[in-house]
């Protein structure tokens, strides 16, 4: 799965965001070190998460988890 796109989409209204990498659902994360460890489980463990821009962060970034208040 190397060099496959890794997206995180936003904040599920039930908790979570899904985690997707080369069209492959890898899991619903609830914080930064579920993503660390799906990509781990794909091979990506070399991955600065919170920094790398390989990851899309869609919606907002790694610090948000809920979905935000109306």
């Known amino acids: 799965m190397d060099g496959q796109p890794v997206i995180v989409y936003p ?3 039930d908790g ?3 985690v997707v990498v ?8 609830h914080r930064v070190e579920d993503v660390v460890e799906f ?3 794909a091979g ?3 991955i600065e998460v919170e ?3 390989l ?3 869609r919606g907002v970034g790694p610090e948000q ?4 208040a109306d």
């Open 44 to 46: 990506l463990d070399q």
């Open 39 to 41: 990509l781990r489980r």
């Open 11 to 13: 904040p599920e209204p």
């Open 22 to 29: 080369g069209g492959e659902p890898l899991g619903r994360a």
């Open 65 to 68: 988890w809920a979905t935000p």
């Open 51 to 53: 920094e790398t821009e």
């Open 55 to 57: 990851i899309d962060w």
């Open 16 to 18: 979570g965001r899904r």
